[in-house]
């Protein structure tokens, strides 16, 4: 439209067509908030949990049923990959990885049982072996820069929660006095306090572990 000096006047849309292009914008904003992307999976793999991720997304963990577990990793460069499992093993589940994504800690079956594992790129999976006297061990978390490693193992005198580092292997962290057994749940990123559970004379208690102090009972 022009007014009297012929100059161009705005156009103004009819509701019904303003509210049908509200609606089309909200569906386009939705599909784009909701898509998403599709990493794939194994060969073979009836099932998929992917439920670890390093600390930008860039690297994605977890498992899959093929038609037992085992664990895989996954990047944009490499897609889909198995991280098999130890020699002789019918499983491999993985349980933490470091925040680069590089190594990836969990267990896996082997011909000698149950074991806790390593796995890095340029080592491939790596068994962490058990304590003294023990039939099996797993790996519950690793520090940031992979270098510590914790979780349980059996032992001689029980289930006890562990320590692994590349220098010292596999050392057990002992038990709350009366108790039997122990679990390390988790380490920190630097590697020097590790949490868990372990039985005493009064029971299940929550344990903090550090070298300086060693275990310190978390009170109630």
Known sequence: MRDGKGSDMP?????????????LSLIASQTSAESLDDIGTVPGADTIRPFLTNS?????????????????????????????????????????????????????????????????????MQSLGVLTGGFYSAAEDVSADGSVITGFSDSATGLRAFRWTQTGGMTSLGVLAGGTES??????????????????????????????????VLAC
């Open 183 to 216: 679990r390390a749940e988790a380490v920190s990123g630097d590697g020097s306090t590790i949490i868990g559970k372990s039985e005493s004379t009064g029971g299940d208690r929550a344990f903090r572990w550090t070298q300086g102090t060693g275990w310190s």
């Open 56 to 124: 930008d997304g860039s690297v994605i963990s977890g498992h899959v049923g093929a038609p037992g577990n085992t664990a895989f990793r996954w990047t944009q460069a490499t897609g889909m990959q198995s991280l098999g499992m130890l020699p002789g093993g019918l499983f491999s589940d993985a349980a933490a990885m470091d925040v680069t994504g590089s190594t990836i800690v969990g267990r896996s079956g082997s011909t000698a049982g149950q074991r806790a594992f390593r796995w890095t790129e340029a080592t491939g």
């Open 11 to 23: 156009r103004l849309l009819h509701p019904t067509t303003s509210f049908a292009l509200f609606v």
